[in-house]
């Protein structure tokens, strides 16, 4: 079996990526933010985990879409980079950096997420600090469906179909269909969820069954945590508008003293 044991230069690769980004660019760069931001996408909060957790670790591109069947057009998509120990995830979206003058760029957000206690961080790089985040209703309890697997194809990969119920707290129901790859150890290369009149697809690729090291799992040591993700993505507006006017030749507002944003509380134990 392809890519089951982890190496060092991956860890190290890894976490310099997710955690450490470039020490020496901080000063110089801003998050360009908007509200929505902050949260994390349906696949990571909602029902779609549960195909996911089932393994001692691994890393994976992903790409998925989200929408209504009564409005196809307003689809949603989040594409990224995917992580997981022992039902812990970390998504790490992908974006397209936009530079102006060399000072301003976007990125540098992803999100922790612990599915047993289904809560988790949101992470800003370029602001060094962090937020709690939570799922808006929970699952209460998972059925397999008894039908026979059914042999297909998903995203290159031999699978069997299977499908399983998962039932929320707000009494909703979510069907999950899954396609699990024969030569991955039935990780699910593709899940299709249902769930009232929304649809969500979500595609694997660059599958590696590894186990990122669980340091991982845990927002910086360094970093500040806001009261809540609105107050961390309203800073970081903040910070984008004052760069912007600097950029353009205006002056910029007075430094704000240190505290000005809500007061920061202790890193979580």
Not at 53 to 74: K, Q
Request: hydrophobic share 40%; aromatic share 8%; proline share 6%.
């Amino acid at each position: 079996m392809r890519n089951l044991h982890r190496t060092a230069a991956w860890g190290i690769t890894l976490a310099a990526a997710f955690l450490a980004g470039c020490a020496s660019e901080k000063r110089q760069e801003a998050a360009l933010a908007r509200m929505g931001d902050e949260s994390p996408p349906d696949f990571l909060a909602g029902p779609v985990w549960v195909s996911l957790t089932n393994f001692d670790g691994f890393s994976a591109d992903v790409r998925s879409t989200s929408s209504a069947t009564s409005a196809p057009s307003a689809a949603r998509a989040a594409s990224g980079q995917l992580l997981e120990r022992q039902g812990r995830l970390i998504f790490q979206p992908f974006t397209t950096a936009n530079i102006k003058k060399g000072k301003i760029i976007r990125g540098g957000m992803f999100f922790i997420w612990d599915s047993v206690g289904q809560h988790g961080y949101v992470v800003s790089e370029a602001l060094q600090g962090f937020a709690p985040i939570s799922a808006s209703s929970r699952i209460t309890i998972v059925t397999a469906e008894s039908k026979e697997a059914v042999a297909e194809q998903a995203n290159g990969h031999a699978c069997h179909r299977t499908e399983k119920i998962a039932a929320l707290s707000d009494g909703s129901i979510a069907k999950l269909t899954e396609w699990r790859a024969d030569d991955l150890n039935r990780f699910p290369v593709r899940v299709r969820m249902e769930s009232g009149d929304r649809l969500t697809t979500v595609d694997f690729s660059n599958i590696r069954l590894d186990i990122p090291g669980m340091e991982l799992f845990s927002p910086p040591g360094a970093f500040t945590q806001y009261a809540s993700a609105a107050a961390l993505i309203n800073e970081l507006m903040i910070r984008e508008s004052s760069l912007k006017k600097g950029a353009s030749g205006e002056s910029p507002p007075p430094e704000q003293p240190a505290n000005w944003h809500q007061p920061a509380l202790g890193r979580p134990q």
